[in-house]
């Protein structure tokens, strides 16, 4: 057989991809540096400290004996809670394993070649979500990056990078790492410059921390607007990080090309059960956003204190200016067992995004950061 070089028969898209990076797992950093995992905290992933409700842990466990079952493979009951949750109705929602494969699967039916078979280009904000491009990339669409407009979405600027080739635009509300958001009527103006034929993503998987009341459910216009996708998570507020979950609204139309391209059975059915327990569940994620308010105080006058800047976050994070590069520190955290996470891949090397944890990760988290600056003052 003759030798070839199976990588350049990938796709081309494919061929220049660098893997999204999660946070480090508590056991890979334990076997590191050999420290027993209930000494590590990891503070690098946006998770929920308090977990899952009660109610999920109770429907979860009733649920754990019809497992040699396949899911529902059209998450008949979970999008009937979704829809009067939502108030909308159930052919409008698509289910994925995690917003990200929602994302993912925009990516694929709307940036793959169109009719003409030429390239389509795809916009969004710089500092934004790396999935953005990743998923933008897998299928050979052009990246247009708009500069940030302090630290956020200058959009403005995005919807006058829109171009004829444009078929999606991706808006992250509040933007992942920065914590960033843009308001009701910003974001208003902003669809309605949007030309009607190009996707306008809505990514809002941290809407449940935000309190400002000039914050819009972008949601609410899905009927306004049908080139509107609204994407949301049990991962974050919810405290379902670990079952996968998540998933879009648009239109029936939207959906329903989303839905043709979706994995058959890619939810399962132990994520299902969970997020209909978490939607039965309101004050759980009232609990956890009221910690993360009070958490996120004290963690940024911990930074006014250190002499620290920061970025103003609306999330369940913050991302902090070391004024230095950000991944000795990363490390020197890591070896004293707390796990952050470094955006220099994001275009901010100065910062560490750290994740607001329960009081004590919290504290501790500090008190490390605060002995490694001293010790290379």
């Known amino acids: ?27 890979t950093l334990a076997r590191e540096i050999g420290m027993d995992e ?15 409700s009660p109610k ?30 939502h108030g909308c109705k159930a052919e409008q929602i698509t289910v994925g394993n995690g917003s990200n494969d929602v994302l993912d699967l925009i990516a694929r039916v709307f940036l793959g070649e169109g009719v003409s078979g030429e390239r389509c280009s795809t916009v ?10 990743l998923s933008s990339q897998a299928v050979g669409a052009e990246l247009i990056t708009v500069p940030a407009k302090q630290w956020g979405h200058d959009l403005e600027a995005m919807a006058a990078a829109v171009r004829e080739d444009t078929r999606v635009v991706w808006v992250a509300n509040p933007n992942n790492p920065t914590g960033t958001w843009v308001g009701h009527d910003a974001l208003y103006r902003f669809l309605q410059q949007i030309p009607a034929e190009v996707v306008v993503v809505v990514d809002e998987a941290y809407i449940e921390f935000v309190a400002d009341t000039d914050y819009p459910d972008s949601s609410q216009w899905l009927e306004e607007f ?5 994407t949301r998570t049990f991962s974050k507020a919810y405290g379902l990080a670990g079952y996968r979950i998540g998933y879009g609204l648009s239109s029936e139309g939207v959906a329903d090309l989303l839905n043709r391209v979706r994995q058959p059975f890619n939810v399962n059915a132990l994520a299902q059960v969970a997020a209909i327990a978490a939607l039965d569940d309101p004050a759980h994620v009232e609990r956890g956003v009221a910690l993360n308010s009070a958490e996120m105080m004290k963690m940024t006058h911990a930074f006014e204190h250190l002499k620290l800047e920061w970025i ?22 890591e070896q004293q067992g707390v796990i952050t996470r470094p955006v220099a891949n994001y275009g901010l090397p100065n910062h560490l995004r750290i994740s607001i944890g329960l009081p004590e990760e ?11 600056l001293r010790e290379q003052a």
């Open 312 to 333: 103003p976050s609306v999330g369940n994070f913050v991302s902090v200016d070391l004024g230095q590069p950000a991944m000795p520190i990363f490390a020197a955290l």
């Open 226 to 230: 049908p080139n509107l996708i609204v």
């Open 124 to 133: 969004f904000s710089q500092h934004a979500f790396a999935v953005y491009p």
């Open 1 to 27: 057989m003759p030798n070839c070089d199976l990588y350049t028969y990938a796709a081309s898209g494919v061929q220049g991809l660098h893997p999204y990076q999660p946070g480090k797992p508590i056991s």
């Open 56 to 85: 999920v842990n109770a429907a979860v466990t009733a649920q754990l004996s019809e497992q040699a079952r396949y899911p529902d493979g059209g998450t008949v009951e979970l999008r009937a809670q979704l829809a009067q949750h």
């Open 362 to 372: 919290n504290q501790r988290s500090i008190q490390v950061l605060t002995q490694i």
């Open 38 to 52: 209930s000494n590590i905290i990891k503070l690098a992933s946006n998770e929920n400290p308090l977990g899952p």
